[in-house]
Each structure stands twice: as C-alpha cells, then as structure tokens.
Nanobody, 123 residues
C-alpha cells in the first residue's frame, strides 16, 4: 500500500501561484511514477502532469504546459506541482496518484490516490 496526502491548495487570484505537495508513505516511493490529476465540478477527472520514478522525464497536459512544473524529491518521499499564471479554469480538486514503475496519462492506470486538495482561482 502507498498512502498519499496532498497539501498546499487554497484560494488565489488569477495570475497568482500555488505550490502543491503530495507526501507519500508506505512502499518504496522511488518505485512509483507520480502524477497529478484534477477534477472540476461536473467534469471528468483529467490528467495534469506526470513524473518518472527518477524525476528525469515529465509530461504535461496542453492546458498547463509552460505554466505548471512537476518535480519530486525521492529522499523526502514527496512530489510537487508548482502552478504559475493561474487561471479561473484551473479551479478544481487536485489529486496526486502513484503508479508502479511506468508513467501513464490515464487515471485508470493509477493504483493509489490521495484525498485531494481544493484549488480555487478567482477572476
């Protein structure tokens, strides 16, 4: 089992920044690709960003490319999502997820999920 807990969400004005963190416990963190997904009210959960086990490979949804940065610290068992130039359409609950070994952009492929953290961007 891998337990995940997100933090860092909140209310921010458009154009502002937030940094989300996801702390992991349980199995060996470095064995897992880590991703961020988000879900807005009435919408499907969507992929935001993913980072490989060692942190060397990342991928982003087109909607956040150039504004968000995913990173991880395997010594601290933590993955981060730095969000800059936030827009009202970024408002959602943000979830971190863990997948054994390989990366994926499909939510169905992830084994473990955190409870989520709310991000609200006001216009």
């Amino acid at each position: 089992q891998v337990q995940l807990l997100e933090s860092g969400g909140g209310l921010v004005q458009a154009g502002g920044s937030l940094r989300l963190s996801c702390a992991a416990s349980g199995r060996t963190f470095s064995n897992y690709a880590m991703a961020w997904f988000r879900q807005a009210p009435g919408k499907e959960r969507e992929f935001v960003a993913v980072v490989s086990r060692g942190g060397g490979n990342t991928a982003y949804a087109d909607s956040v490319k150039g504004r968000f940065t995913i990173s991880r610290d395997n010594a601290a068992n933590t993955v981060y999502l730095q969000m800059n130039s936030l827009k009202p359409e970024d408002t959602a609950v943000y979830y971190c997820a863990a997948r054994h070994i390989t990366t994926s952009q499909a939510a169905a492929n992830y084994d473990y999920w955190g409870p989520g953290t709310q991000v609200t961007v006001s216009s």
